[in-house]
């Protein structure tokens, strides 16, 4: 079994119609104990949800703060909402994801709209 570590992430918008070069100044950093592939570990979430923060940075607009979460059926998501009801992004298969610098993760907003970021980087904490 692989060591579980508290890491951060940081994601930056991938290539799109809007950013052709993709961008910088729009993505989330996020902390989620990761295992040596780079999944996410539920069961360690479980015990250390507190300190999985995200911060959701979005040129124009003010940063928003919140927490991963792990939904019904197993997905994942970011709540901006202390109750976790209102204001979620979903992550689209986070849980089948290697978060390592490189990849491609995709995170639905809370309009539904569907966007691609890079995993940029990986640190430990």
């Known amino acids: ?6 890491k951060k992430v940081r994601l930056n918008m ?3 119609a809007a ?3 993709g961008s910088a100044h729009h993505g989330y950093e996020f902390v989620a104990p990761l295992d040596g ?6 069961a360690t979430w479980r015990d250390r949800r507190a300190d999985c923060r995200v911060r959701r940075f979005w040129q ?9 979460i792990h939904r019904p059926g197993g997905s994942w998501a970011f709540t901006y909402d202390a109750e976790g ?15 390592k610098p490189g990849e491609y993760v995709s995170i639905k907003d809370e309009d539904g709209d569907l966007y691609t970021f890079q995993v940029v ?3 430990p904490l």
């Open 1 to 6: 079994m692989s060591n579980i570590v508290m």
């Open 14 to 16: 991938a290539r799109d």
């Open 19 to 21: 950013h052709p070069n």
């Open 37 to 42: 592939d780079g999944h996410i570990d539920a």
């Open 60 to 68: 124009g607009e003010n940063d928003e703060h919140g927490h991963l």
């Open 85 to 99: 009801e209102d204001d979620v992004e979903a992550g689209y298969r986070f849980g089948t994801h290697a978060f």
């Open 121 to 123: 980087t990986v640190d």
